[in-house]
């Protein structure tokens, strides 16, 4: 256990109970306990393997590298399309952490072999997305753009590619990208 981590599982609040049983199962792996955004994640030397973190609907262990498990009793979560690595054990009550902890642990010593054996997930090229025509057509009227663009890094330009390419409606995406020209001008990312 880490100190630093335990203001986490005291804290008032929607799951502290999960949130435990979830710690005992992580702790008892021997993982390297630590505090990073803000969530209790767990460590094989030195390598992110899981995180606990919690929503309004669920609380979650995230598997870093989850697309790399087997996955044998088909219960990991892809949180959304776009997410190329990492996989989420869901739960909304205590006696489904329970009830799962020899396969949860499972999972987690999964986890660690892969790291152990270094093991990589082949995460998609920014050229693999598509560019919309409309941003693309920017692109060549404005080379300062351009340039701008390909000076962001991937996650950044991957960023505005699939939210540019969201937009249902040419003048979506239209807005999407004159809103967002400064921002890529600036070399900001989307959330920046």
């Given at each position: 256990?880490n100190?630093?981590?335990?203001?986490?599982?005291h804290?008032?609040?929607?799951?502290?109970?999960e949130?435990?049983?979830?710690?005992?199962?992580?702790?008892?792996?021997?993982?390297v306990?630590?505090?990073k955004?803000?969530?209790p994640c767990?460590?094989?030397?030195?390598?992110?393997?899981?995180?606990?973190?919690?929503?309004?609907?669920?609380?979650?262990?995230?598997?870093?590298?989850?697309?790399?498990l087997?996955?044998?009793?088909?219960?990991?979560v892809?949180?959304?399309?776009q997410?190329?690595?990492?996989r989420?054990?869901?739960?909304?009550?205590?006696?489904?952490?329970?009830?799962?902890?020899s396969?949860?642990k499972k999972?987690?010593?999964?986890a660690v072999?892969?790291?152990e054996?270094?093991?990589?997930?082949?995460?998609?090229?920014?050229?693999?997305?598509?560019i919309?025509?409309e941003?693309?057509?920017?692109?060549i009227?404005?080379p300062l753009?351009?340039?701008?663009?390909?000076?962001?890094?991937?996650?950044?330009q991957?960023g505005?590619?699939?939210?540019?390419s969201?937009?249902?409606?040419?003048k979506?995406r239209?807005a999407?990208i004159?809103?967002?020209?400064?921002?890529?001008?600036?070399?900001k990312?989307?959330?920046?």
């Amino acid at each position: 256990m880490n100190p630093k981590v335990d203001f986490f599982f005291h804290k008032p609040g929607l799951w502290q109970t999960e949130f435990n049983e979830l710690r005992k199962i992580a702790l008892g792996c021997h993982l390297v306990e630590e505090l990073k955004w803000g969530c209790p994640c767990y460590t094989f030397q030195n390598k992110n393997v899981i995180l606990i973190h919690g929503f309004k609907k669920y609380c979650a262990l995230l598997f870093f590298k989850g697309a790399l498990l087997k996955d044998s009793k088909k219960i990991l979560v892809q949180q959304t399309r776009q997410v190329q690595a990492a996989r989420q054990l869901r739960f909304t009550q205590p006696r489904e952490i329970i009830r799962l902890k020899s396969t949860i642990k499972k999972y987690i010593y999964e986890a660690v072999a892969a790291e152990e054996a270094g093991l990589k997930v082949k995460l998609k090229k920014t050229t693999d997305y598509s560019i919309p025509a409309e941003f693309q057509t920017k692109l060549i009227q404005m080379p300062l753009l351009k340039k701008a663009f390909d000076a962001l890094t991937p996650g950044r330009q991957r960023g505005y590619l699939l939210f540019f390419s969201r937009g249902q409606q040419a003048k979506t995406r239209e807005a999407r990208i004159e809103k967002y020209i400064p921002y890529i001008l600036n070399g900001k990312g989307l959330n920046d």
